[in-house]
């Protein structure tokens, strides 16, 4: 965006789209969008970014998930069957492996959809309808968030967001990946926009997780 010192309707417009809640890092320093925050900056590697210290990676290649919402899901939305084909995208490009285990057992990754304060504390608590659509903390924490206020549809019309669509970015931040603020048509772009359908992963996505992990 160019920056004209006033707030014009270009802004306006990307104020209004809905966004990831994994706060950005610029140059160290964190950059909030509206009232969440993460724990984690990341450092720039090429035109995708990492997670640090370390950076933050895995240790393994094979991760487990299992699904834990205290808010109802629509049975609609298919969410297993969405949530395997999402994890699939990133396991075809790397060298994980990714298995669902039942809700009472110990995972890697916990995948729920909730309301308002969940229990990330008051600085990660969901908005609501537009703002915030999900958040998800880096390795090894594993905890994958949507709000459940949101309009989901795995068909999305105009004003309803694509699950898998999100579902893929969130992954990326799963396995490490921070937000590529200038690249929009990557899966890890931190804005998004309802009745958008973008569920395929770029060069700069696949390119980042290989290269976080050692695999070109």
């Not at 049975?75 to 990133?90: G, H, K």
Request: hydrophobic share 30%; with cysteine.
């Amino acid at each position: 965006m160019n920056v004209t010192g006033s707030l014009d309707s270009n802004t306006v417009n990307q104020m209004m789209k809905p966004r990831c809640g994994v706060a950005d890092f610029v140059n160290g320093t964190k950059q909030n969008h509206h009232k969440h925050n993460h724990k984690s900056g990341f450092h720039t590697v090429g035109h995708y970014q990492f997670y640090f210290p370390g950076p933050r990676r895995w240790s393994k290649s094979r991760l487990t998930y299992r699904f834990d919402s205290s808010a109802p899901v629509p049975a609609s939305l298919n969410l297993r069957s969405v949530i395997q084909q999402s994890f699939n995208r990133w396991a075809q490009v790397s060298h994980f492996t990714f298995q669902e285990v039942a809700e009472n057992l110990d995972a890697d990754i916990v995948i729920g959809f909730h309301r308002g304060s969940h229990g990330d504390g008051e600085n990660n608590r969901f908005d609501g309808p537009q703002g915030v659509f999900a958040h998800a903390f880096a390795p090894t924490v594993g905890d994958c968030h949507f709000d459940a206020e949101e309009r989901w549809s795995i068909n999305p019309g105009q004003y309803e967001l694509d699950l898998e669509s999100v579902a893929v970015h969130e992954i990326g931040h799963l396995l490490g990946l921070s937000h590529e603020s200038g690249k929009p048509d990557s899966i890890m772009y931190d804005y998004f926009e309802y009745g958008k359908i973008k569920r395929e992963l770029t060069a700069d996505d696949i390119q980042g997780i290989r290269v976080l992990y050692g695999l070109q």
